[in-house]
């Protein structure tokens, strides 16, 4: 064998075939193919990979013999180019900030910083990655390096041990021993005979398909039938609780709580007492046992309705409802609702509830007030208002009778409630009509299951639910919000709703457009970020393998339940399943209005997106572009 020609080795480097091309502007990403001339006999036809957006660009390569790879490029913006100097090589204070950005593939995606004109910076998105990560880069010597700051934040402490009072509650209702179906007897009498109105119709009853206690028609009702009605005076409200317990008023005005917090603990104070009074009555059997109304101002009816009224609250044990389940085990609770972060809120709302007991505690006692009443029994109130208040002209309204109906598992209610302001009185009306033996089903709002679960403890069937929701916790999108806010500006939740685009997110929005940042990308980092833990949680992964089998055959379908594989079925009736599922899609359905920003109409209204949010997905999208153009602000909206 001769020697190789000049300065070659004997080893010949395998040859490198290589092509770049751009991402067209109505390119679909995983739908379109792009024909790429590879040499002068050959075309290559890629698929746009899923994290390639229109104006990234792709690297194909071959090396001979090798397959052909696919590298996404994608151009970043740096940050903080304005208010950087850009220094010659060589001076190591040049440093610039970039995100990771929401369509990657850790460990392949290749981002590129253009610094000037003739300087450009490729690097690589490590494995351990994800999107809205901290990338610093800085020059030293000749040499650009790239810093990845995996943003971490430690988990709320458990709650003090003092909370599992809460898992007494089921200790009081089986201590009292009552009798609830008697005890409801008795308030639907003590109700007529102070001047409600409760049809005959009706009685409480646990009949299929949800199987708890409601009410239920035991007579053939009508269409347009009245069936309760409440007069105000009986209506447990805040200022119904000034009136009634002025002294007790009084003592929570002394408290250091906010307005807004002294009238809630005002409200759970004093149906607490109402509660202790009721247990007491049980206990020792003695109808006549010493009462708080002793000391209150309250007419003869409103004494007789508002104590049975609390003979029927005392027999719930909320074993079902997240706060109790948060307080009892919140290990459990975390892991059941992860990669959800509701589990923090479930275990902050049972710490904050029993501090809010002991600030009212020792308000009252400060007071000199003879009203004192124990956790328990505190929870127990602040739980049922939580579960069964109304809204009339005041917010925090109880109404007994009328909150014994349940939300209808289908969303369309038999019955509906109104508040007469004429009449000042609570009415329930039948709005079809009813056979004997079946359920009264009212509804308590067009909520999502995350929203249901949060406020009543359940969730319905996820093909009943009417829109999906996910609460952005500042904490968690740190780097975005430092990067598109000021630091100075207060960072509020933001509440993100399929069902219309909330004030929160219109205010923050705004802020970042007045900046002059791009409001788009900000929203669509924020839920790539969000969204990257749910797609990275195995216990999900069966749900959400079925979304995407879902939308295979139906892109814009969100029917993952019709999807699931026979060994997962039971993920579809966990509530914690649910509410994971409807944060998962809420932030699904964001990232799409942010991506249909962007593009084209044309690939905007051909684009695969969640055909049930369709018409808030227009609005948002609108909302968006406006913000992108820039002097306009948006305000919150509901789509028609
Ligand atoms: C206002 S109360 C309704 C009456 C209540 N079931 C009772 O026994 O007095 C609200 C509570 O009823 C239950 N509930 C109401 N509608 C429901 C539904 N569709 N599915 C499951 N639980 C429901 C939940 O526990 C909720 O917190």
Same mark, same amino acid.
């Given at each position: 064998m001769g020697a190789p020609p000049d300065g070659q080795t004997g080893l010949q480097l395998p040859k490198r075939l290589q092509v770049v091309v751009e991402v067209p502007k109505n390119a679909r990403p995983g739908i379109t193919k792009l024909a790429v001339d590879v040499d002068d006999e050959s075309e290559l036809h890629i698929l746009v990979p899923m994290e390639a957006a229109a104006g990234d660009r792709i690297r194909i390569s071959k090396v001979s013999g090798g397959p052909w790879t696919c590298v996404v490029l994608k151009s970043q913006p740096v940050y903080d180019m304005d208010s950087k100097k850009l220094h010659a090589p060589g001076d190591d204070d040049c440093k610039l900030q970039l995100l990771v950005p929401a369509h990657v593939k850790p460990g392949e995606t290749k981002l590129q910083v253009t610094i000037s004109d003739d300087e450009q910076v490729q690097l690589c998105v490590p494995e351990y990655a994800s999107p809205g990560d901290l990338v610093e880069l800085v020059r030293t010597e000749e040499q650009w390096t790239a810093k990845f700051t995996r943003d971490r934040f430690a988990l709320g402490l458990d709650p003090k041990s003092n909370l599992a009072v809460m898992a007494d509650l089921a200790k009081t209702s089986s201590e009292a021993g009552l009798d609830v179906e008697a005890a409801v007897e008795r308030l639907f009498a003590a109700a007529k005979g102070a001047g409600c109105f409760v049809s005959p119709k009706i009685k409480r009853g646990c009949v299929p398909p949800l199987n708890i206690p409601g009410l239920v028609a035991v007579e053939a009702i009508e269409e347009g039938e009245e069936l309760i009605r409440i007069p105000s005076a009986f209506h447990i409200t805040p200022p119904s609780v000034e009136k009634a317990a002025p002294a007790l008023a009084e003592a929570a005005r002394s408290s250091s709580l906010p307005e807004l917090r002294r009238l809630e603990a005002l409200h759970a104070f004093f149906v607490a007492r109402l509660l202790a009074d009721a247990q007491d009555r049980a206990v020792s059997g003695d109808l006549q046992a010493s009462s708080a109304f002793r000391r209150w101002t309250a007419t003869e009816g409103q004494r007789k309705v508002w104590e049975a009224y609390a003979d029927t609250l005392l027999t719930e044990d909320f074993s079902y409802h997240p706060f109790?389940?948060?307080?009892?085990?919140?290990? &459990?609770?975390?892991?059941?609702?992860? +990669?959800?972060?509701?589990?923090?809120?479930?275990?902050?709302?049972?710490?904050?509830?029993?501090?809010?007991?002991?600030?009212?505690?020792?308000?009252?006692?400060?007071?000199?007030?003879?009203?004192?009443?124990?956790?328990?029994?505190?929870?127990?109130?602040?739980?049922?208002?939580?579960?069964?208040?109304?809204?009339?002209?005041?917010? #925090?309204?109880?109404?007994?009778?009328?909150?014994?109906?349940? !939300?209808? +598992?289908?969303?369309?209610?038999?019955?509906?409630?109104?508040?007469?302001?004429?009449?000042?009185?609570?009415?329930?009306?039948?709005?079809?009509? !009813?056979?004997?033996?079946?359920?009264?089903?009212?509804? *308590?709002?067009?909520?999502?299951?995350?929203?249901? *679960?949060? #406020?009543?403890?359940?969730?319905?069937?996820?093909?009943?639910?009417?829109?999906?929701? *996910?609460?952005?916790?500042?904490?968690?999108?740190?780097?975005?919000?430092?990067?598109?806010?000021?630091?100075?500006?207060?960072? +509020?939740?933001?509440?993100?709703?399929?069902?219309?685009?909330? %004030?929160?997110?219109?205010?923050?929005?705004?802020?970042?457009?007045?900046?002059?940042?791009?409001?788009? &990308?900000?929203?669509?980092?924020?839920?790539?970020?969000?969204?990257?833990?749910?797609?990275?949680?195995? @216990?999900? @992964? +069966?749900?959400?393998?079925?979304?995407?089998?879902?939308?295979?055959?139906?892109?814009?379908? !969100?029917?993952?339940?019709?999807?699931? %594989?026979?060994?997962?079925?039971?993920?579809?009736?966990?509530?914690?399943?649910?509410?994971?599922?409807?944060?998962?899609?809420?932030?699904t359905a964001h990232l799409e209005a942010a991506d249909a920003a962007d593009a084209s109409d044309d690939a905007a209204d051909a684009g695969s997106y969640l055909s049930s949010c369709e018409a808030w997905r227009k609005s948002l999208v609108k909302a968006l572009r406006l913000c992108k153009t820039g002097g306009f602000s948006i305000s919150s909206a509901t789509p028609a």
């Amino acid at each position: 064998m001769g020697a190789p020609p000049d300065g070659q080795t004997g080893l010949q480097l395998p040859k490198r075939l290589q092509v770049v091309v751009e991402v067209p502007k109505n390119a679909r990403p995983g739908i379109t193919k792009l024909a790429v001339d590879v040499d002068d006999e050959s075309e290559l036809h890629i698929l746009v990979p899923m994290e390639a957006a229109a104006g990234d660009r792709i690297r194909i390569s071959k090396v001979s013999g090798g397959p052909w790879t696919c590298v996404v490029l994608k151009s970043q913006p740096v940050y903080d180019m304005d208010s950087k100097k850009l220094h010659a090589p060589g001076d190591d204070d040049c440093k610039l900030q970039l995100l990771v950005p929401a369509h990657v593939k850790p460990g392949e995606t290749k981002l590129q910083v253009t610094i000037s004109d003739d300087e450009q910076v490729q690097l690589c998105v490590p494995e351990y990655a994800s999107p809205g990560d901290l990338v610093e880069l800085v020059r030293t010597e000749e040499q650009w390096t790239a810093k990845f700051t995996r943003d971490r934040f430690a988990l709320g402490l458990d709650p003090k041990s003092n909370l599992a009072v809460m898992a007494d509650l089921a200790k009081t209702s089986s201590e009292a021993g009552l009798d609830v179906e008697a005890a409801v007897e008795r308030l639907f009498a003590a109700a007529k005979g102070a001047g409600c109105f409760v049809s005959p119709k009706i009685k409480r009853g646990c009949v299929p398909p949800l199987n708890i206690p409601g009410l239920v028609a035991v007579e053939a009702i009508e269409e347009g039938e009245e069936l309760i009605r409440i007069p105000s005076a009986f209506h447990i409200t805040p200022p119904s609780v000034e009136k009634a317990a002025p002294a007790l008023a009084e003592a929570a005005r002394s408290s250091s709580l906010p307005e807004l917090r002294r009238l809630e603990a005002l409200h759970a104070f004093f149906v607490a007492r109402l509660l202790a009074d009721a247990q007491d009555r049980a206990v020792s059997g003695d109808l006549q046992a010493s009462s708080a109304f002793r000391r209150w101002t309250a007419t003869e009816g409103q004494r007789k309705v508002w104590e049975a009224y609390a003979d029927t609250l005392l027999t719930e044990d909320f074993s079902y409802h997240p706060f109790r389940l948060a307080a009892c085990s919140p290990a &459990e609770m975390r892991r059941d609702l992860t +990669p959800s972060q509701e589990a923090e809120y479930f275990i902050d709302m049972a710490t904050d509830l029993m501090s809010l007991h002991e600030t009212m505690l020792r308000s009252s006692e400060a007071a000199g007030m003879p009203e004192n009443v124990e956790a328990e029994m505190f929870l127990r109130a602040r739980m049922s208002a939580q579960t069964r208040v109304f809204q009339t002209c005041v917010d #925090t309204t109880l109404v007994p009778v009328a909150d014994l109906l349940n !939300h209808s +598992p289908t969303l369309t209610p038999g019955v509906l409630w109104s508040w007469d302001a004429e009449a000042e009185a609570m009415i329930v009306t039948a709005v079809r009509a !009813h056979s004997p033996g079946e359920e009264l089903f009212t509804t *308590y709002g067009a909520r999502s299951n995350m929203l249901l *679960y949060r #406020t009543y403890g359940f969730t319905l069937h996820p093909k009943e639910e009417p829109s999906f929701t *996910y609460i952005i916790r500042p904490h968690l999108v740190r780097p975005i919000m430092k990067i598109f806010m000021d630091d100075e500006e207060a960072r +509020p939740l933001i509440l993100l709703e399929t069902s219309h685009i909330d %004030d929160s997110l219109c205010q923050v929005l705004n802020k970042v457009a007045r900046k002059g940042s791009d409001a788009i &990308e900000f929203l669509r980092l924020l839920c790539a970020r969000s969204r990257w833990s749910y797609e990275q949680d195995d @216990r999900i @992964r +069966p749900a959400l393998d079925a979304l995407a089998r879902a939308r295979d055959a139906d892109p814009g379908s !969100h029917a993952w339940w019709k999807h699931i %594989d026979e060994t997962h079925k039971e993920l579809v009736q966990q509530d914690s399943v649910r509410v994971i599922m409807s944060e998962y899609l809420c932030l699904t359905a964001h990232l799409e209005a942010a991506d249909a920003a962007d593009a084209s109409d044309d690939a905007a209204d051909a684009g695969s997106y969640l055909s049930s949010c369709e018409a808030w997905r227009k609005s948002l999208v609108k909302a968006l572009r406006l913000c992108k153009t820039g002097g306009f602000s948006i305000s919150s909206a509901t789509p028609a």
